[in-house]
C-alpha cells in the first residue's frame, strides 16, 4: 500500500445527539473508509462512543469502532488507520436521550456547527458535512436560528464583516443524476410564486455560476426552468415566463459574462434532459444543474432518484458545507439501524466541491 | 404454434397525417407485433401507405409494411399475420405535406376519433388508443374542440344523453413505474393553485377509484399529495393541507365506502414512495396512484423515469382511451425515425384497462 497522499481535512459535525447523526457517522466510516479518509468529527468523544456501540450492536459485531481523540486538524496526518477521529470541543455535554428534543442536544449541535464554520472560513478545513439538527432543540436552546444555513451564513457575514444581507444563499440538491438549486425554500406554494422576481433569478444564477464553476473547472450548464406548465406556452398559461425569467436570464447573462444560462424550459421534461443516466444505460446530462422555480419542483425529481443518495449543499457562502438530505429520524434513533449513504453522499460531494 | 385465443379489438386512429402518428403507428405493428395483436388503424390506407415507406426506407429496407384493408371490424380475426390492418373510413382526405397544419389533416384525425369513439360506446371495440393529432390543424379545420379529451367527452355525453358537465373526466399519466392523476392540466400555476377545492378532490378520488378498480380487480390505494412543501409542515408554509385537501380526503371516503384514499403527503417524497421500482432493484410502490396537486407535480416524476414510456388515460369515460405522452412532432415527421415505444406502452395500458 504507498503511503496516503496529503489530503485536505473535511470536518464532520456530530448534529443532534438524540438523533441519528452520530449512529449515521459510525456506519459511514464503517462502510465507506475511502470515501471518508481526511474526514474527522466534531463532537463529544461520549457521544460518538454511544453511537459506535448501537451500530456495532446492530451489525451483531461485538468489536465497535475506536475512536481517536485529536487535539487539532493537524493531527489528523497521524491518526491510526481504521480508527474514527474526534475533535473533541471542551465543555459539551452528555449524550442525550435518544429521540427527544433537548436544549442541550441543541446547544451542542450548535457548537460544532460553530466551531466548524470558523475553521473553513480561517481554511483550516476544506469543507464542512453537517450531519442533522432539531429545529426544536435548537429553539429550547434559545439560539436565534432555525437551521445550518442561518447560522453559516451569518458566521460568514461575521468573518467578512458584512450584514447578512451581504452574504445571500441558495440551496442546491443533488442526486446521483441531477442537481437542481431552489429559488425558494420552505414558504407555501403562493409564496414561492411571489419569490418568482428578476433580481431573484439573476442573483440565483450569478450564485450558482460561482460555485459550480469552482466545483467544474469551466461554467455550468444551467437550464432555467418555467414556472408554468409547458413554461406557459407562450403565454396561455401564465404568463411569468415572458415577463419575468427570459428577462432575468438575459440581465444576469449581461452582468455576468461568461454565464451558460438558458431556458426558460417546460417543467415536466428539463429535468429528464438534465438528467446524467436515463436509467436504461443511456446517457442524457444536457445541462449541469436546473434552476427551479419553487421547492418541489426540484425537489421532487431529485428525490424521486433515491432518497438515499440526496445532498444538500449551501451556496453563496465563502466556505464548502454540504449535509445529507434527510432530518434527525427520532423514531428509529438509537437503534443503529439509519442508512448512512446520504451522509456518505454528501462527504463525496463535499471533496468534489 | 396454438390457435390465437379471440382478442377484444382496439381501435388505434392515425392522428393528423402530417405528424408522426402513422409512422409510429407502423413501427409499433412491426417492433411489438404480439402488443399489438387484436388492433387495427382507423385511418386512410394512402396515409398509412406513405408511413410505411418512410419507414422502410428509414429501417433500410426494401420491404415496406404490409396493409390488409378492413371493411369491419368483424374480419379483423381474418387478417393475414404480419399484415397491418386498416379500416379505411369513406371520404378521407390524402395524406397532408409532412410537418405542416393542414384543415384536411384537422379534419381526417376528428374523424376517426368519432368513428372510434362510437364504436367503443357501441362495445364494438373494447378500446381506443389514439396517436397525436394538432390543436392548430383542429382549429382549422373549424372544430370546436382543442384535443381528443373534449371531443371524446362530446361523444360520451351525447351518447349517454347527458349534458357534457355531466361526464366529468381527469387525466391519468403512467409510466413503467408509476401513475398519476392531475387535479388541474393545462393552466398556469396560479390558476392550478385555485383549482385545489374540494369538490375538484372528491371527483377526482371517486373518478379515479372507479376507473382503477375495473383495471386492478380492487380498490387502488391512492395517495394524496399536499400542495406545499411538505405538505404545509402543519400550517407553517401554506393551510391548503389543512383546510381543503384532508377534508376533501375525508368527505370522499364517507362518500363512497371503500375508498382507499390517504394523505395528503409531502409531495416530494410521495412520488418516490409509489415508485414501482426504486431504480436499485428494489420494490417500493406503497401506492397504485398519486393524485397530484397540479400539472408539473404529477408530470415531473413520470416523465423523469423516461419519455418513451409515458402514457395517457382518460379516465372518467364510459370507454378505455389511452395515448402516447407527447406530440405531433412536426419537426421529425416523415423522416421515419420517431419512437413508437410510448404508444405500444399505450397500446399495453389500454389491454390492462
Keep these: 500500500v504507498p503511503a496516503a497522499a496529503p489530503i485536505a481535512p473535511i470536518a464532520i459535525t456530530q448534529g443532534d445527539s438524540a438523533g441519528i447523526g452520530p449512529e449515521i457517522i459510525v456506519r459511514a466510516f464503517a462502510e465507506a473508509p475511502e470515501a471518508l479518509r481526511g474526514c474527522f468529527v466534531v463532537g463529544a468523544l461520549a457521544v460518538l462512543r454511544r453511537a459506535a456501540a448501537v451500530v456495532a450492536q446492530a451489525r451483531g459485531s461485538r468489536q465497535a469502532a475506536v475512536l481517536t481523540r485529536l487535539h487539532g486538524v493537524a493531527e489528523l496526518a497521524q491518526v491510526p488507520h481504521n480508527t474514527l477521529p474526534v475533535l473533541e470541543l471542551p465543555g459539551l455535554g452528555a449524550p442525550q436521550p ?64 458584512v450584514p447578512v444581507q451581504r452574504m445571500p444563499v441558495r440551496m442546491l440538491l443533488a442526486s446521483r443524476e441531477l442537481r437542481t438549486v431552489l429559488l425558494s425554500i420552505h ?31 469551466r461554467a455550468p450548464r444551467i437550464a432555467v426552468a418555467g414556472l408554468n406548465p409547458h413554461a406557459g406556452e407562450g403565454g396561455l398559461f401564465g404568463d411569468e415566463e415572458e415577463k419575468i425569467i427570459a428577462p432575468a436570464i438575459a440581465q444576469a447573462r449581461a452582468l455576468l459574462p461568461g ?13 429528464w434532459r438534465a438528467r446524467q443516466k436515463d436509467g436504461h444505460g443511456g446517457e442524457l446530462g444536457e445541462f449541469d444543474v436546473v434552476l427551479a422555480m419553487y421547492h418541489d419542483q426540484g425537489l421532487i425529481p431529485v428525490k424521486y432518484g433515491g432518497l438515499e443518495h440526496g445532498v444538500n449543499v449551501t451556496l453563496g457562502l ?32 463535499a471533496r468534489s466541491l
Tied chains: 1, 2.
Design 98 to 161: 435518544w429521540g427527544r428534543v433537548s436544549a442541550q442536544a441543541g446547544q451542542d449541535a450548535a457548537r460544532c456547527i460553530a466551531w466548524a464554520a470558523s475553521a473553513a472560513l480561517r481554511g483550516e478545513i476544506a469543507a464542512l458535512v453537517t450531519a442533522p439538527i432539531n429545529k426544536a432543540a435548537l429553539h429550547a436552546a434559545g439560539l436565534p436560528f432555525p437551521g445550518h444555513t442561518e447560522m453559516l451564513q451569518d458566521a460568514a457575514a461575521r468573518h467578512a464583516g
Design 187 to 217: 414558504v407555501s406554494l403562493r409564496e414561492a410564486i411571489r419569490a418568482v422576481t428578476q433580481p431573484n433569478i439573476v442573483e440565483t444564477l450569478h450564485i450558482t455560476h460561482k460555485a459550480l464553476q469552482r466545483a467544474l473547472g
Design 259 to 271: 454565464l451558460d444560462a438558458s431556458g426558460p424550459f417546460a417543467p415536466d421534461t428539463i429535468f
Design 318 to 349: 465563502p466556505l464548502v458545507r454540504t449535509s445529507p438530505d434527510h432530518g434527525t429520524a427520532f423514531d428509529i434513533a438509537g437503534r443503529g439501524v439509519a442508512d448512512a449513504r446520504s451522509l456518505i453522499a454528501a462527504v463525496r460531494m
